[in-house]
């Protein structure tokens, strides 16, 4: 290495001027071919345009569907059964119940209180639209069996459990129309409906009966006892899956037909009787037509916008 350091300056001073010299060169021109590179690479990529595609103004079938809306809405509207309003009224007017539903929401809530009870009802109108086919032609059968006198008398129980009848007491042979405030229970629609009738006493104490409406009746499906009230609404994960370890109750059917009778009369006093389960298909049917119609409105405004 010694060696090829003194062999670097004892070279003259003129060869590595030389050299220099030569060396510029070399970078002058690669410079020159460098930026004309440059140059012409600029020019090429100047050339490609990155603009954004000129958006459409609207769908082509934007339109029509918007029109189809509109003509659905307005039927819709032509189509509203203002009877349904008017008993729907005359319920709430009388009734004990006060009903809590927020537009856009497919959750009712009535609620009420009964001496030292809190009592809460809640449903939705989901029923209607998770019904499947088979539900509703066996609601058309039924319909049609109401139709003859044979079933009818069979029919004539205490809010009969689908399971097992209860035994006919006096009053109740009287006929449904003859009953006070004529009641017609054939009147609204015959889709069940699934409600939950929460009764929370002093003591944090609760029961939940799960139970179905249909034809003017209430048929209980089941009780729960919940010893903590909060377990009904849990929201944490250990209250959840204490809710849901409990015991949810038999099958009401099976219990013993004098037991049933005497627990539907125990809903009844609270006002879980035949006038809320006329009421609640007209309720649910109006609420439903109320967000049907305002979902097609929105959906209008989003299409037009």
Do not use: C
Not at 120 to 126: A, D, F, P, Q, Y
Not at 231 to 255: C, M
């Amino acid at each position: 290495m010694l060696a090829l350091r003194s062999l670097v300056r004892a070279l003259p001073k003129s060869s590595l001027r030389q050299s220099a010299a030569g060396s510029l060169r070399s970078n002058t021109r690669s410079g020159i071919q460098r930026a004309a590179w440059q140059s012409k690479w600029q020019s090429s990529y100047s050339a490609f345009s990155t603009s954004a595609i000129k958006r459409e103004s609207a769908g082509q079938f934007d339109q029509e569907l918007s029109a189809k809306i509109a003509q659905e809405h307005s039927l819709e509207l032509e189509s509203h059964d203002d009877s349904k309003d008017e008993s729907v009224n005359e319920y709430l007017k009388s009734s004990p119940f006060t009903v809590t539903e927020k537009p856009g929401s497919h959750e009712i809530v009535l609620t009420r209180e009964f001496g030292n009870e809190q009592i809460k009802v809640e449903l939705s109108i989901s029923d209607i639209n998770n019904m499947s086919e088979e539900e509703f032609d066996q609601n058309d059968e039924d319909d049609a069996f109401d139709d003859e006198p044979e079933y009818e008398q069979e029919k004539r129980t205490i809010n009969q459990s689908k399971g097992g009848k209860i035994d006919v007491m006096p009053e109740d042979s009287i006929a449904p129309a003859d009953r006070e405030g004529d009641l017609d229970y054939s009147s609204g629609p015959s889709y069940p409906i699934r409600i939950l009738v929460t009764i929370t006493k002093p003591g944090n104490k609760a029961i939940q009966v799960a139970a179905v409406v249909v034809d003017g009746t209430i048929d209980i499906e089941n009780l729960t006892i919940y010893e903590k009230a909060s377990l009904v609404d849990a929201e944490g994960n250990k209250e959840a899956r204490e809710a849901q370890s409990l015991y949810e109750g038999p099958p009401i059917r099976n219990l013993d037909p004098e037991l049933q009778m005497h627990l539907e009369r125990y809903l009844e006093e609270r006002g879980i009787n035949a006038e809320l389960a006329v009421f609640l298909p007209d309720y649910v049917d109006q609420k439903e037509q109320k967000e049907y119609v305002s979902w097609l409105d929105n959906l209008r405004k989003f299409i037009d916008a």
